[in-house]
């Protein structure tokens, strides 16, 4: 709060916690306290590129049966990675969305959810029609994993479309940890589970 007060942003900035453990909870808390016309998930690891929001409102406002947007995610190792990883960093949400800006193919059909663009009425028809995200556990450990998906499958059955812009550049720091075969196995475990 005391860095965004130095900013003298005409946006009012609230924090909201949210006690109960998992990306899941933290976005639908979001969701329900969210205020404006458009959201923009982010997490502690991403860093938007300065023209983000704007090239992502200009997306929304020429293209009205657009409901989700998606960009490119820049790796930012803070060790270098080991020459294997380049076939894998899809595990770490990294990379182009698709092969070319506009409509996502429907055979992929998502958007990762770090960067995700979503217009609130699309939030608002899901919720209101009874959408809830799923919350996976695994050995009694919530493991999550779909709600970027989820969004994007629903939004295309109300009716919108999910697109992808290289325009939208977010780097996403990646740490040491993340950087082996067992955390990658582990991942993709969680995701197919």
Known sequence: TQYWASLNSPILLRVIHEKRE????????AIQNSKYDVLIFLDDDNILSQDYVRNALEILE????????????????????????????YILAVGKQNHSVGEVCREKGFVWGAGMVIRKKVLDKLFSAGFKFSKRYYKEKLIGYADDYE?????????????????????H?????????????????????
């Open 62 to 89: 020429q293209t009205h049966e657009v409901g989700i947007i998606g960009g490119e995610i820049l790796p930012q190792y803070e060790v270098t990675p080991p020459l294997w990883l380049s076939d894998y960093q």
């Open 22 to 29: 998992g990306l899941v909870f933290s976005r639908e808390t």
């Open 151 to 171: 969004l994007c499958l629903f939004a295309q059955l109300a009716g919108y479309k999910i697109y992808y812009s290289d325009k939208l550049l977010l780097t």
């Open 173 to 193: 720091i990646i740490p040491p940890g993340k950087l082996n075969f067992d955390y990658l196995k582990a991942n993709m475990f969680k995701q197919g589970y």
